[in-house]
């Protein structure tokens, strides 16, 4: 059964910093993990995405103040979130990609609010 859990959103004033985890289980073949963020009216949209061997790219709306990071052995994600801002407020969802032709799974959504 395929799981994703993901843990550590809540409501942090402006400048503060929240970490997100995403455990995954049940998913073979895990290759790229990721989290995504949907603001009230607007579209999804990456964050920020690990692949299996460490390589990492963001978005830059959050360049040097959030960093993902993952552990193989637990099958978890991670984003740190430093220097939040009102504007980072959103649901912030976890993705788990197989590879080039195989599904991805998403997590079930965490919220993220940043007070001014």
């Known amino acids: 059964q395929v799981q994703l859990v993901e843990s550590g959103g809540g409501l942090v004033q402006a400048g503060g910093s929240l970490r997100l985890s995403c455990a995954a289980s049940?998913?073979?073949?895990?290759?790229?993990m990721g989290w995504h963020r949907q603001a009230p009216g607007k579209q999804r949209e990456l964050v920020a995405v690990i692949t299996s061997g460490g390589r990492t790219n963001y978005a830059e709306s959050v360049k040097g103040r959030f960093i993902i990071s993952r552990d193989n052995d637990k099958n978890t994600v991670y984003l740190q979130m430093n220097s939040l801002k009102p504007e980072d407020t959103a649901v912030y969802y976890c993705r788990v990609d197989t590879g080039t032709w195989g599904p991805a799974y998403w997590g079930q959504g965490t919220q993220v609010t940043v007070s001014s």
């Open positions: 049940g998913i073979l073949g895990i290759n790229a």
